[in-house]
């Protein structure tokens, strides 16, 4: 049973225009989201998170925005850069389980020149 | 600071060997957690250390273990290897865990024949 869906494997976008990423989850429990940047024979690196409390964070072109009545959650890039081309993991925790990561299959953004 | 290292990056087994991953964290950082990573999978949790003691598991069967040393060090033992270990298995350190960011070392791309 997946408690963290991440529904499209794949997207394409074209170089400056808004990417958006999206992401399900299931536990009504969960108060922590985060989304991890990974590229190819590299560990995943952090990028940006929300807490349950808040319903929009920003950092520079990122923005994560949560809908907890509708359980999604969603990336937001603008504008999308080449560098950007990557796979995005979206994951979530709570404190119940002892803020253990669980994490969705990923979604393979890829930025058209 | 120096990031998070694993060794070997990339190893081939055969059904029914054991086989032992390794983990440096980052200076200072005492969490370490292990995931496995297959394809349209994410990662998934296999166990996370902390000073020395294994603080969470996930479901994997009893052929997973680790372990940390005193100087946070984690290795992780795969006994009975079967074809569908084949995965990359990352390590990830964090200061305390419970929430804290997770750095991700870059993988241990294991293929088993």
């Not at chain 1, 990417?19 to 940047?37: A, V």
């Not at chain 2, 290292?5 to 200076?27: A, D, E, F, M, N």
């Amino acid at each position: 049973d997946q408690q963290v869906k991440q529904n499209s494997p794949s997207l394409s976008v074209q170089e400056g225009r808004i990417s958006i990423l999206n992401c399900d989850y299931t536990n009504s429990m969960f108060d922590y989201f985060l989304w991890y940047k990974k590229y190819p024979a590299e560990g995943p690196t952090f990028l940006i998170s929300i807490s349950s409390i808040k319903d929009k964070n920003e950092d520079g072109r990122f923005t994560v925005f949560l809908n907890k009545s509708a359980k999604h959650l969603s990336l937001h890039i603008v504008p999308s850069q080449p560098g950007d081309s990557a796979v995005y993991f979206c994951a979530a925790s709570a404190l119940d389980s002892n803020y253990q990561l669980i994490w969705g299959a990923g979604t393979k953004l890829i930025i058209k020149p | 600071k120096a990031g998070v290292t694993q060794t070997p990056r990339y190893l081939i087994k055969t059904r029914g060997q054991q086989v032992t991953l390794s983990c440096s964290p980052i200076s200072g950082h005492r969490s370490v957690s292990w995931y496995q990573q297959t394809p349209g999978q994410g990662l998934q949790f296999l166990f996370e250390y902390f000073s020395e003691t294994q603080r969470n598991k996930g479901n994997f069967p009893g052929r997973f273990s680790g372990r940390q040393f005193s100087n946070s060090r984690s290795e992780m033992n795969v006994s009975t290897l079967e074809l569908g270990d084949s995965a990359l298995y990352l390590c990830a350190s964090s200061f305390a865990g419970k929430g804290d960011t997770q750095y991700f070392g870059p993988g241990t791309r294991l293929t088993v024949l």
